[in-house]
């Protein structure tokens, strides 16, 4: 069963610090990972796009990094802002329609002063 | 640009009372639609796409049902609600006809059924 874990559930850091959100994916076949931005009560909104031959792709102060190997994803966070605060879906492709996405739960982030 | 629009934002409404929920796309053509729900602590579970106008395709069995009725329309209904339905709803599109995984999603409506 394909499957999208997505690590800390939530996590609460001070603005300026950098994190980092993991997800960990089952799916096969692969097309490609999705980093979403989601504010509270809003639609996600994509951040990065990674396919199988990518290891690292930036957006502003969001890196995303991929090891297709161990099927494991990261979404880096550098010196963070309180507009960060969101949850983040990290959402894997398989090839085909969009309806073969499988989305993670999310990692609820909270910037704070 | 492209743009989705997706109304009501939010909604009360009664067990056993019919729902609507209506989304609309512009600035693209022939776009794949979607219906996601997202319930609280869960990941967003596809509800109904559409690859074109009238035709449907349903991933999760239960009392909704979805239509397009025009190329960039799309829309989710009940006849019943139940207690099960509250959550929000999200209206999607994507480029036809390679996708890149790509969804663009409207603002959300909320649904809670008392």
């Known amino acids: 069963k394909n499957q999208v874990e997505q690590s800390p559930q939530s996590l609460i850091i001070l603005e300026g610090k950098n994190c980092t959100l993991q997800?960990?994916?089952?799916?096969?076949?692969?097309?490609?990972l999705r980093w979403y931005k989601q504010d509270t009560g809003r639609g996600p909104v994509s951040l990065t796009i990674m396919t199988f031959s990518e290891n690292t792709k930036s957006n502003g102060r969001y890196t995303a990094t991929l090891d297709a190997d161990t099927k494991q994803s990261s979404l880096h966070i550098t010196a963070s802002q309180l507009s960060d605060s969101a949850s983040y879906i990290c959402?894997?492709?398989?090839?085909?329609?969009?309806?073969?996405?499988?989305f993670g739960t999310g990692t609820r982030l909270q910037v704070t002063l | 640009s492209q743009t989705i629009h997706q109304w009501p934002a939010t909604l009360v409404q009664p067990v056993g009372s019919p729902l609507s929920l209506e989304c609309t796309v512009e600035?693209?053509?022939?776009?794949?639609l979607y219906w996601y729900r997202q319930a609280a602590g869960r990941g967003l579970q596809l509800l109904f796409y559409s690859v074109g106008i009238g035709q449907i395709s349903s991933e999760v069995p239960q009392n909704l049902s979805a239509s397009r009725p025009q190329d960039r329309q799309f829309i989710l209904s009940s006849k019943k609600l139940l207690l099960s339905d509250s959550g929000f709803y999200l209206c999607?599109?994507?480029?036809?006809?390679?996708?890149?995984?790509?969804?663009?999603f409207g603002e959300g409506s909320r649904l809670t059924v008392l």
């Open positions: 997800c960990n994916y089952t799916v096969s076949p692969f097309s490609n």
């Open positions: 959402v894997v492709s398989a090839p085909g329609t969009a309806s073969k996405l499988t």
């Open positions: 999607a599109w994507s480029v036809q006809p390679k996708n890149t995984g790509e969804l663009f």
């Open positions: 600035g693209t053509s022939n776009p794949n």
